[in-house]
């Protein structure tokens, strides 16, 4: 069985770029979570979907942040414009089930904004 | 305020020793997860504990979850070279939400020296 996937590894964009991150979670996952890690930092939760209804956005540092999971599938998260603390290691996780169950991580996309 | 700390920040040991790391939390939790970071890696999920669970074992880990005193513990026996990564435990919090985002603390270090 495939594990969670994310899409680019690595990306490397100035200051006011745009950048979209792709999660694809584990077939038949209705529970993905997006986390991130900045430097030296704790890793911290962005949001939650259930299928594709957001479930819990609390984490979202501010409107530059946009997720979506059209179809209840893959998920997407966009920085637009993409500032310098913005840089870090963004993590998909799915579950499945009750959400209070094993979450499963992807390998995480490398962001740096310069 | 953060959730999860750990201790130590960062342990060495030899081959074939044994590994205890420690993770402290503040708020009732509905159970605690303990994952694995390879450097450039992925979260690789270890263990899940529930609250209603005092010890559980998987191969070579032991977890240990004291709700009393708010505290979980991992151990790693004969280590191997292979260990070494950064270890992190992740709390769910049980305040009755439909959400199960996790709150990471700040990892261990672990180091074991062929």
């Known amino acids: 069985e495939a594990g969670v996937t994310q899409f680019p590894s690595h990306s490397v964009i100035e200051k006011g770029q745009t950048v979209t991150l792709r999660c694809d979670p584990i077939s038949g996952h209705d529970n993905l979570y997006w986390y991130r890690r900045v430097m030296g930092k704790e890793i911290k939760f962005l949001l939650h979907f259930v299928k594709e209804s957001k479930q819990d956005e609390s984490g979202m540092p501010n409107n530059r942040f946009l997720a979506e999971r059209t179809g209840g599938t893959y998920s997407t998260l966009k920085v637009q414009p993409a500032e310098l603390e913005d840089s870090g290691v963004y993590f998909c996780?799915?579950?499945?089930?009750?959400?209070?169950?094993?979450?499963?991580f992807g390998p995480g996309t490398r962001l740096t904004v310069l | 305020s953060q959730q999860g700390e750990e201790d130590p920040q960062a342990l060495s040991i030899q081959e074939g020793e044994n590994a205890t790391m420690n993770c402290s939390y503040k708020t009732s939790i509905n159970n605690l997860q303990w994952y694995r970071q390879n450097s450039g890696r992925g979260l690789v999920h270890l263990i899940l504990i529930r609250s209603n669970e005092r010890e559980k074992h998987s191969g070579r880990l032991r977890v240990t979850l004291d709700t009393s005193k708010k505290s979980s513990s991992l151990l790693i026996t004969a280590s191997r070279a292979a260990d070494t990564a950064s270890y992190f435990c992740?709390?769910?919090?049980?305040?009755?939400?439909?959400?199960?985002?996790?709150?990471f603390g700040t990892g261990t270090l672990l180091a074991v020296q062929p």
């Open positions: 992740a709390t769910s919090l049980n305040y009755g939400g439909a959400t199960n985002k996790l709150i």
């Open positions: 996780a799915s579950s499945q089930g009750t959400s209070y169950n094993e979450q499963f």
